[in-house]
């Protein structure tokens, strides 16, 4: 008998496949979400790492033509009011209200300072909302996906005790298969989850430091302009 049973266990295939083929709906449907989830998240993961060194690389070049000591006036009619870089644009934003707060006469406005900062704390917001744009899909499929994936397991290990009790045989032939495929929807679980987690947490550092370095600027530039308000 068990060598009957240890000839049938040999002729099922085990291949991953096969598992999801032999697989009920319902499990099917988890892997398939799962295997959506883990594929968007690589597409995200993608996306922001080249977004980031665009980013790197375009702060790296403004800074040296800003810190290049060309008139800063010159330097934003190069660039113009709606420049491709997002250090560029928060210059530009506070060079914006800088002329803008100038009258005909060539006076300021009252409160120049506090619009210039006011400007570029509103441009240094919408680029740190396009960082960080799609991290929130990373941080859900990291928290949900292991949960997902055991939905499936247990789905299919009832479904597998229910072939067993139909059966009335609790051989390794009829007991692995089904253990095997419900089993197999917990490791796609963790297969999303665990990159989106460390991405994710990855992606958020590096988003950080490149809007600590955007506020860095700002504080730098303020300080220029200040001193021109003073005199």
Not at 29 to 55: C, D, E, G, N
């Amino acid at each position: 008998m068990e060598t009957e049973t240890l000839a049938i266990a040999q002729e099922i295939d085990f291949s991953l496949f096969a598992l999801f083929a032999r697989a009920t709906l319902t499990v099917k449907i988890v892997m398939t979400l799962l295997m959506v989830m883990s594929f968007w998240s690589w597409a995200i993961i993608v996306q922001k790492h080249l977004m980031y060194r665009r980013a790197r690389r375009d702060s790296s070049v403004f800074d040296s033509a800003f810190w290049s000591g060309e008139p800063l006036d010159e330097l934003y009619d190069k660039l113009g009011s709606e420049p491709s870089g997002a250090s560029e644009r928060v210059f530009a934003a506070g060079m914006t209200e800088w002329r803008r707060s100038h009258r005909q006469d060539g006076g300021l406005i009252a409160g120049a300072q506090a619009r210039i900062d006011r400007s570029m704390n509103v441009a240094i917001a919408r680029e740190s909302e396009g960082l960080t744009k799609g991290l929130s899909f990373l941080a859900t499929t990291g928290s949900t996906a292991p949960f997902i994936g055991l939905f499936g397991t247990v789905w299919g290990i009832k479904h597998a005790f229910e072939q067993i009790a139909i059966s009335q045989n609790t051989s390794l032939a009829v007991v692995a298969p089904g253990i095997a495929e419900a089993l197999l929807a917990t490791g796609i679980g963790l297969v999303a989850a665990i990159p989106a987690v460390v991405f994710y947490n990855k992606l958020s550092a590096d988003s950080d430091q490149i809007v600590g370095n955007y506020e860095s600027f700002s504080d730098e530039f303020a300080t220029i302009l200040s001193r021109q308000l003073d005199a």
